[in-house]
Every structure is written in C-alpha cells, then in structure tokens.
C-alpha cells in the first residue's frame, strides 16, 4: 500500500489541454481521490496555461495547480504518467514520495529519445506523405525486451509504481521493479449511460474502426472489403459522435498496438459491437481483454480473408456472436466500482511515523 497521512496532499500531473484516455484516467483518480476518499488531491497540469482545462474535463470540476505550488516534503505525494514529458517532474522535488503511473508500455519507450526510434518515426512520417506507407517496422516490444528498467533514470526516482493492465504489470515485475499495484481505469460516464439505450435489433450492417489504430494493417483489411461492408473510420468526432456511431454499427475492428487497455474496444462493446482485434499488447491478454479467441488475430497478410471471414460472420449472425461479448460488457460495467475498490486498497490513511 501507500500511505497516506492525514495532511497529505496528493499531485497528479497531466499535459494541459489534451483529451486523449490517459488525460481522462488521470482526471478520474484525483475524482475519486478527493470524492470518495476525502483525500486532499490535485491535478498538477503541464505546461502552464491560462486554460488549461480541456472542455471534455470540465464535467470533473476538479481543483488544479502548477508546478510552482507544490509543497515538497515526505508526507506528499507525486504521481506522473510515464511519458517523458511528465516524468520530467520526478527530478524537480526532493522529498516528496514519487509514483509513476505506467498508462502503457510502448509511450514510456517511444517518448523518451530513443535515436532509432525518432529516426525512425521521422522516415516513416516523410514516406506516408509520399509513398503512403512506412518503411520502418518500429518493434517496440523489441527494445522493451532488452531495457534495464530498474536503471532508467526516472525509474530510480520513483518510490511506488502503479500499473494500468495486467499485461503491464506483469511486465514492470519481470523487469525485477517492486511496489507494483495494478490499478486500471473505466470509461466516461456518457458511455456507461447510454449502454442502457443500445437497440440490439435495429443496429446496422456498419463495421468501425481507428484509422489510427494499426494504421497500415487495418488499411489493407478496409480496402478488400469495402466492396462487401460499409466501414466509418473513428476520426474528426465527438464523444457523441463516437457513441452515436456505435450505437448503430454491429462491428468493431482495432489491429492497434493496445499498449494499455484502450477504450475504444470497451467502448464499442459497451455499445453493442462485436469486437475484432490483433494479437497485440493487453487484447492478447484474455485478464485485459475477455472475449473469444476467434475473434483475436495475428497481424499478417494471412489473415485478412479470415478476419473478412468473421467479420462477415458478425454481421449476418449478429443476435448470436454479440453475446459472445456478455463476459467483457460484464467486466466494463464493473470497472468503475472495481476502480474505486483498488484505490482504497493502495492509498490507505495511516499515522505518520515518529507522530
């Protein structure tokens, strides 16, 4: 556990006017902090900013602070995502006690100047632009494998580590790092409200996916069959959007690198979609990600007819495959309440030692 005394003050840093599902998560501990605990906790945003709320986070109403205002001493504490950039704040303080939070495994690498990555990413990002495709596969697992972890600069800073799927926190104790909690996240309240309006009967032949996701694997997939399915691609929408668009479609392909638990595969199994992912990161891992085999795939040429194959299937047999998904809708439903039982469980109020 980590201890919190009775005059703690818990900082939780998170990048300034940036919604992505790490922003939220980060939002949504210091809520339950502070509603639920009565902990005296605070969003630490970076960098400074006149704004610095996104609009999506406003809902929170959450107090925050900057860097300047943080009281250093040992009975605080630091928490920081595993980005470079916020891990940046574990060296400016001296004595309060550190946490990172490690939201995924392949942001703490690719974030950090790795030359052959950067390099990487900047050739890759020049022959998208001309050739419409990467040249550089950027093996991350690869790099990962190789690291000493319990040596990384910012690592040694920390005191206690938090990990946000099984798959990773597993990872962080095969690196031989100790005081590891597991401690994940659950989806925004408009998703788990509007699970109640899903019209199983009247949902379209539609197949969703992240163009981001898996960029050039779901690409090939999208191209053989767009003669046989209509697929809407998850860009430029709003959360209402994004909920309106699962609330029609049947299906939902994501052949990303699922560094963490996403969201947008729980987001569209909340919704009623049939979900269909790669091999990858925590959708390998049935604790991260419960659903049937036949529904995951390695990421090769090989299986695209059989991935067209299922999704296909979906479609035709929706009433039947869909309940395949009840154990995972079961495990997204409880989540917040799982959440909030791993919290208690990690941050316990205890007597400052010496008095």
Known sequence: MIPIYKDSKIYVVCPANVATGGPELLHQLVKVLREIMNFDAYIMYYPTATNPVHPEYKEYNIPYIFEGQIEDNEKNILIVPEIKSACFY?????????????????????????????????INKIMRMFLKRDLFDINVKRIASSYNLKQDPDVKEANYFLAQSYRIKEFLEMKGLTDVYYLSDFLNEGFLQTANEVDYKNKEDIVVYNPRKGRAFVKKIVQKGQKHFKFIALENMSRSQVIETFLRAKVYIDFGNHPGKDRPPREAAILGCCVIVGKRGTAADPRDMPIPDKYKFECNRRSINSILKTISHCLENYANCVSDFDEYREMIKNEKQRFINDVKNIFRLSDFPGG
């Open 90 to 122: 574990l060296h400016q303080f001296a004595r309060i006690r550190k946490v990172i939070w490690f939201l995924s495994i392949d942001n703490f690498f690719l974030s950090r100047s790795f030359t052959i990555i950067r390099m990487n990413q900047a």
